[in-house]
């Protein structure tokens, strides 16, 4: 592995996410065996292959719902103060805990971990390109400053956001916040980038309605939700809130009608073909009871009769097979059967012999 780290370097003016993306097993070797484990809850020195898989998962789903993800290199992090990135990124992105009024602190370490893996790579085997030498030598000069400029309404207004196509402040007034229907976080207009995208590119040039509909309704999905699974589901709560709305509504929609099936109905001829239609056989509700009563009895009979009958013939036939156990049974055609049953044989190619009791059977 020391070989395949040093014939490739790691270039800072390409993206972070393919950064991430294409040097899975690298960052993951330098995480377990060239940095030091500073978590509280593990008191190893050494970071686990779990713990490295969680922090590269947590890095890449914090910078892919980045707004800037397109053109975020870590040139340019560096140049902004990293430190302060990372920190505005858990203001954003960590989630409150259901049961303690605390901030989860899931994507800062992570961050922290992979810009302490760029350090790393960096002074063991920097690239030899121009612009990542600009950059050491403007990190050794310590000219990065401390100072990060935040709306106290949106909790964002970073002057990089300003040239985004949905930005949080548009000429220096603040766009507001909105909810997130997913996370049920508020975030500044520019956490919901791609959602308006989305919009823009899928649902614009091909239902206008529903793209209508999307803006007037309140329902939205926040960057860090729409890279999600939980995109689909937004798309699916757009269409069905699209349906009930149309059922609300029912007089705008037009009905079509529908032709009655018409019902097969009999000839007159076949109506009438009994020949005992014009008999008048009324009876009484007693003598109808009565009447049934004893076909059921007659029913009931006729059953057990074929009950006993059955149990007769079982008990007749479990007769005969002790007997052909015992050796004791005359009867050909049975021992023939059996023998049919149990070998799978034709009766041609059985042939019994009752005076010795031997059954013989020709292939």
Known sequence: METILARRQICMQMNINQLLLYNMSRFSYVMRNKLVNKSSRDASKKISEKCCRTYQCNARKCILSDPERATLTPDILYRRNHNMWVKGKHLMCDLMKKHVNTKKNDIQPA?????????WEMENYPCPCDACKALRLF??????THKQYRCFKCLCGLEEHNCLDVSCHIDGVCQGRKMCSFCLKYKAHCGFGFMIQYFKERIAMKDTALLKFACDSSISICNSCFITSKRDKF??????????SRSLNPEDVVVKSKKAKTANILPQDILYQDLNWDNNAEY???ETRDALQKHVK?????YGNLELKKSRQKRTFVEKVKLVQ?????????IEQIVMLVEKKDRKNILVDIDKGVVNLIS
Do not use: A, S
Not at 139 to 144: A, F, G, H, N, Y
Not at 298 to 302: P, S
Not at 326 to 334: F, I, P, S, V
């Open 111 to 119: 961050l922290k971990k992979m810009f302490e893996w760029l350090n």
């Open 284 to 286: 009484t509700f007693l």
């Open 298 to 302: 007659t029913l009931k009979e006729m």
């Open 326 to 334: 015992q050796g004791e049974c005359n009867d050909k055609t049975l």
């Open 235 to 244: 798309i699916n709560m757009l269409t069905k809130r699209r349906k009930l």
């Open 139 to 144: 990190l050794r000069e310590d000219k990065v």
